[in-house]
């Protein structure tokens, strides 16, 4: 097995093979999230105002995402897990852009197969893997606003490719490391309103789902739906 690790969006765009786009903080969390609290279908979008023209199509979707780690006006939810984690989805379909997540899966044009990553639901994109066992395994860290790379999505990419590849990989030392550097600005006072403290517990509740995120690439728009594992 080939495992190969890249960055942002170019690095999408050069993924082959059964391929992790991973945003740890925090699309790929609320996903699981959301996904767990019942929600039939995610439609991931790069573009805001085709997110506003689905909704506008389709009156009973639900539009959930962000620009500069904030809500846009019109949507009825940001992209944090806490602020989605009561939320009743049973049978709605959910449209989500981000700043870096989304625009990762829709940059994967060369992939065979597309899985979300994040800490989540780590073992089960792993178990996933190793059943499917490809030939190229690409992990993508999409950064910060798919701009840079930040410490959770390379320690996602580093997990996932350690536990493929038999290493020991110590997460209590990836935790801590992260709460130092990218996750600190989750503790910030002036941040709390659309990225609370509990979104850093939410997104590193490590193995929290045994279900992946597949991105369907058969239709019109990506469609991701969970599979079991």
Do not use: W
């Amino acid at each position: 097995m080939d495992i190969r690790i890249y960055n942002l969006v170019e690095g999408a765009r050069q993924a082959r093979g059964l391929t992790v786009i991973i945003d740890v903080f925090r699309a790929f969390s609320l996903e699981c999230y959301a996904m767990s609290n019942g929600a039939a279908a995610i439609i991931p979008v790069g573009d805001i105002n085709e997110a506003y023209g689905l909704k506008k199509e389709n009156p009973d979707y639900i539009l959930i995402g962000e620009r500069n780690e904030q809500m846009p006006e019109g949507f009825d939810f940001g992209n944090s897990p806490f602020h989605i984690l009561k939320e009743d989805f049973t049978g709605k379909t959910i449209v989500h852009t981000t700043s870096a997540g989304t625009q990762g899966l829709v940059n994967a044009i060369h992939a065979d197969e597309i899985l979300t990553g994040s800490f989540v639901n780590a073992d089960a994109i792993i178990n996933y893997i190793r059943l499917k066992n490809p030939e190229i395994v690409s992990l993508v860290g999409m950064g910060y606003s798919a701009n840079y790379p930040v410490e959770e999505d390379v320690a996602c990419a580093e997990y996932i490719a350690g536990e493929l590849k038999g290493i020991p990989v110590d997460f209590t030392a990836m935790v801590d490391h992260i709460k130092k550097t990218s996750g600190a600005r989750f503790f910030l006072d002036e941040k709390q309103h659309y990225a609370p403290r509990e979104d850093f517990d939410l997104c590193l509740n490590l193995n929290a789902f045994n279900f992946v995120l597949k991105a369907d690439k058969t239709t019109d728009h990506l469609r991701i739906k969970k599979i079991e594992i």
